[in-house]
């Protein structure tokens, strides 16, 4: 049985509810790409997952999709075909786009959790802000080099603007190990699959950050 794994953790009613549920997963870059994998794996059946990207050299150290084959190929198109592959019952909805002011509500209505895998904090902010406008709970991650965060943000929660207040400057030559995706997108998704049962500790009102090469782990209270 796929699912039988899954026993061990989840009820069978709560596998069971999995394949009803409905997540949007804004971005198909590392972090996207790992939350995609888990979420279809897991046996969550509606999976919507938006980016305007394609594959380059440069996604070959992190990005679980990228092979030299599919250099130049859309992302998100790669993402479905990898998932026909893994989980033929997962249906899945690839938005070759990048999401908007003009598109998010469009995209997020019917939603029940959507994932902020995005790299930009102007994009993030205006992603919360359209999941609060439909009351759709948000699960943000971001990765820097050794460093990673994680927070669960619910309708009427203004956590990413502490996080990114604005003036902020991003450290764009951290890098981007492949363990560090990893490790951000499973937290990230363990808190939408606690969100979709409706049972465990949610990272909220809080931040976890996630400092690997200095083994610190902080848990930062928000606003």
């Known amino acids: 049985m796929r699912y039988a794994k899954n026993m061990k953790a989840l009820t069978p009613e709560e596998n069971e509810s999995l394949k009803q549920s409905r ?4 971005g198909c870059g590392a972090l996207g790409q790992y939350v995609f994998e888990m979420l279809g794996r897991l046996g969550v059946a509606n999976l919507t997952i938006i980016d305007f990207d394609l594959f380059d050299t440069g996604n070959l150290n992190r990005q679980i999709y990228a092979t030299m084959e599919n250099l130049g190929c859309s992302k998100v198109e790669e993402a479905k075909k990898r998932m026909a592959g893994v989980n033929p019952d997962i249906k899945v909805n690839a938005i070759q ?8 509500l469009s995209i997020l209505s019917g939603q029940q959790v959507v994932v902020d895998a995005l790299d930009n904090p102007a994009a993030k902010i205006m992603l919360q802000e359209k999941a609060a406008e439909l009351q759709i709970p948000m699960v943000h991650g971001a990765i820097s080099g050794w460093l990673g965060q994680v927070a669960t943000i619910l309708p009427g929660d203004t956590a990413l603007k502490a996080i990114y207040p ?19 997108a499973a937290i990230q998704v363990s808190q939408v699959i606690k969100l979709l049962i409706g049972r465990g500790e949610l990272i909220r009102p809080h931040l976890l950050y996630i400092d690997l090469l200095g083994q610190n782990i902080a848990d930062i209270k928000l606003p």
């Open 23 to 26: 997540v949007c997963i804004a």
């Open 97 to 104: 786009s990048r999401i908007s002011p003009d598109n998010a």
């Open 166 to 184: 604005p003036g902020i400057e991003l450290n764009g030559n951290a890098g981007n190990p492949s363990f560090t995706p990893a490790l951000i």
